[in-house]
């Protein structure tokens, strides 16, 4: 019936692609999910401020001075739980093209393929975390960096990008990048501190593939929300947003003849089981200063 022509390792391959095209994705932490199990449940460490009594949820200690007994203390401990979702794509191919398998692959995979990559990032960033992964966006660990006072719309000043940093945890600062859309870079060259342009071109004495803005990478994603909308530029560690996936099991994909027989096509099918949030539940508020901070931080609408 046609079926036999799509193969195991086309489809897995048509994974790998989508993955490799994926812009975000690949920066994001996987855990594997074992053979018997559709889920994750986790223990973390609920902890929501650094300041003394809070820090690692409740965990405090005393100089001998200090008191005359010391508190009983312990870490507070909260249990996540990621189950696996699925994001399906579904194709109807005439048995003209399905004689031909070389038409039929450069047709369905390489469509597929970004399809794929495409949907995931997109739900990184915007995913509603009902039936879907949860996106950064949508996060209650979400920081909305303020714009400034007298700031004309649709624009990025240094001030914001400046600001934005400083709310990234200093412990997460070496692999954070900026998500920005496209027509953000009509901001970036523009901006300097002093003398010294605080963006610098992909290429040249950096020799980096991406340009650099306060020395971290610029990934450019047409996911991204259009100039002077939340989410036009984003700085964002993505090591700390988790996903899981099925060990094993890859792309899987089915045929049917029967679904479109009246119409001599056949139905092609492919579900892929991924999930994914956040690692952080909440902002953090810091042992000194008021500015709460994140892994992710989002400038506000201008």
């Not at 001075?65 to 010391?70: I, L, N, R």
């Not at 739980?81 to 003209?96: D, F, Q, V």
């Not at 902002?283 to 931080?297: D, E, H, M, Q, R």
């Amino acid at each position: 019936d046609g079926g036999f022509l799509v193969r195991k390792d086309w489809s897995t391959a048509m994974l790998d692609r989508a993955t490799q095209q994926a812009q975000l994705l690949p920066r994001c932490r996987n855990i594997p999910v074992g053979a018997d199990f559709d889920g994750l449940e986790y223990p973390y460490i609920d902890e929501s401020s650094r300041v003394d009594g809070s820090r690692w949820g409740g965990v405090q200690v005393f100089w001998k001075a200090e008191a005359a007994t010391v508190t009983n203390k312990q870490p507070k401990i909260g249990k996540g739980e990621l189950r696996l979702e699925e994001i399906m794509g579904l194709a109807y191919a005439t048995e003209r093209l399905i004689r031909d398998s070389s038409a039929l692959e450069g047709l369905l995979g390489g469509s597929f393929e970004s399809e794929f990559a495409f949907k995931i990032d997109a739900a990184i960033l915007y995913g509603t975390g009902s039936g879907q992964m949860l996106g950064i966006l949508n996060s209650p660990a979400l920081v909305t960096q303020a714009a400034e006072t007298t700031q004309v719309a649709a624009t990025v000043l240094i001030d914001n990008v400046l600001k934005m940093y400083a709310r990234m945890p200093a412990r997460l600062k070496p692999g954070c990048v900026w998500l920005i859309h496209p027509d953000v870079m009509t901001q970036l060259p523009k901006m300097v501190i002093g003398q010294m342009p605080v963006w610098i071109p992909p290429g040249g004495l950096s020799n980096n593939q991406n340009s650099l803005l306060l020395g971290k990478p610029v990934i450019e994603t047409e996911q991204s929300q259009g100039l002077g909308t939340v989410g036009d530029i984003l700085l964002v560690n993505l090591n700390e947003y988790v996903y899981i996936t099925k060990q094993g099991e890859g792309l899987r994909y089915d045929t049917s003849m029967h679904v479109r027989f009246l119409n001599d096509e056949q139905t092609f099918r492919w579900v892929f089981r991924i999930n994914g949030q956040p690692t952080w539940r909440t902002t953090l508020t810091p042992y000194k200063g008021a500015n709460v901070v994140s892994p992710f931080i989002a400038l506000a609408a201008r």
